[in-house]
């Protein structure tokens, strides 16, 4: 089972009590982008193997949206971080680097 620890409350959660909202860190096209940019953030998203940066919302909680950064082979969690951040924070990315060296980001 997955559980992620909500930066806001400080609770750990279950996957029982977040709802997924998709991959983190995506910028919305703006109102003179085209209908295929448009397209893209929609329904073209990444789907790695591997560390990916994830929206959740605690639901079931405080009902605040955070971002996760997580294996999705393994679920090992790397860290949890507020929503209103524009990319990982150092923390995480040293996070991930310790437990897998041979990560790039993408």
């Not at 950064?69 to 990315?93: D, K, L, M, N």
Request: proline share 8%.
């Amino acid at each position: 089972m997955l559980i992620l620890r909500c930066p806001y409350c400080g609770v750990h959660a279950d996957e029982t009590e977040l709802t997924p909202g998709g991959e983190a860190h995506l910028t919305r096209p703006g109102p003179g982008a085209s209908d295929d940019d448009f397209e893209g953030y929609l329904f073209r998203r990444r789907n790695p193997r591997g560390v990916h940066f994830e929206r959740w919302c605690h639901t079931c909680g405080c009902g605040k949206w955070f971002h996760a950064a997580r294996c999705t082979v393994t679920h090992q969690v790397f860290g949890t971080y507020s929503a209103q951040t524009t990319e990982p924070p150092g923390a995480i990315i040293a996070a991930i680097r310790a437990r897998r060296p041979d990560w790039t980001p993408t």
